[in-house]
């Protein structure tokens, strides 16, 4: 089994800043991929961003230029950097990650507990 611990959530006002870790442990051989996604209320869950191994990454355009999702120096941890925070980002935030499993060679899927992120505005 693998495990996703979420951190970092909170409340800010407008135009503030906040950093969201995602640690992940158990069988793992190698993450394929991580990602970070929100949900309000009565709508469907969004992607934010997503990192490759390898590095490379994508963004939904309502975040472009404010947010940076990134592989930490320890190992598969990933964390959310959010600069010039809305009020429409408001939201609890998951992450996700694809796995292959360390003893059965499975590509499996999982997702944190969710973190709610509050913007005052």
């Known amino acids: 089994q693998v495990q996703l611990v979420e951190s970092g959530g909170g409340v800010v006002q407008a135009g503030g800043s906040l950093r969201l870790s995602c640690a992940v442990s158990g069988s793992i051989l190698r993450i394929n991929g991580a990602g970070w996604y929100r949900q309000v209320p009565g709508k469907q869950r969004e992607l934010v961003a997503t990192?490759?191994?390898?590095?490379?990454?994508n963004y939904a355009d309502s975040v472009k230029g404010r947010f940076t999702i990134s592989e930490v120096n320890v190992k598969n941890t990933f964390d959310l950097q959010m600069s010039s925070l809305k009020a429409e980002d408001t939201a609890v935030y998951y992450c996700?990650?694809?796995?292959?499993?360390?003893?059965?060679?499975?590509?499996?899927?999982?997702w944190g507990q969710g973190t709610q992120v509050t913007v005052s505005s």
């Open positions: 990192i490759a191994r390898g590095g490379s990454t």
């Open positions: 996700n990650v694809d796995v292959i499993d360390r003893f059965s060679g499975d590509f499996n899927n999982y």
